[in-house]
């Protein structure tokens, strides 16, 4: 069983940072691949990024290509989504999932591949 807890959301202005935590308990958090999901009030929710077990790989939305980066320390049974020059559309509650087997490339933006959620945290990022 695996429990995922987002943690580090807040507000903001445009321009600031903001750097959540997502720490797993249950099953060792080193086997799977970790992403980031976000909902925007009035919008569904969409893929924000992802990261493969060991690190190697990861993977980034359009969107906040070059404004966030994501990272874990399995050791600390966490991932990190660092997220820099906020902008008012990154405002949404940000959410946390796990996903065992093998790193699917592309797949891992597909919200129908993660096995479970935690309950998300609120980044709100005003102009």
């Known amino acids: 069983q695996v429990q995922l807890v987002e943690s580090g959301g807040g507000s903001v202005q445009a321009g600031g940072s903001l750097r959540l935590s997502c720490v797993a308990s249950g099953r060792t958090i080193s086997i799977y691949a970790m992403g980031w999901f976000r909902q925007a009030p009035g919008k569904e929710r969409e893929f924000v990024a992802a990261?493969?077990?060991?690190?190697?790989?990861?993977l980034y939305a359009d969107s906040v290509k070059g404004r966030f980066t994501i990272s874990r320390d399995n050791a600390k049974a966490t991932v990190y989504l660092q997220m820099t020059s906020l902008k008012p559309e990154d405002t949404g509650v940000y959410y946390c999932?796990?996903?065992?087997?093998?790193?699917?490339?592309?797949?891992?933006?597909?919200?129908?591949?993660?096995?479970?959620w935690g309950q998300g945290t609120q980044v709100t990022v005003s102009s």
């Open positions: 999932a796990f996903r065992p087997g093998l790193w699917l490339g592309d797949r891992q933006k597909e919200q129908r591949v993660y096995d479970g």
């Open positions: 990261i493969s077990r060991a690190a190697v790989s990861t």
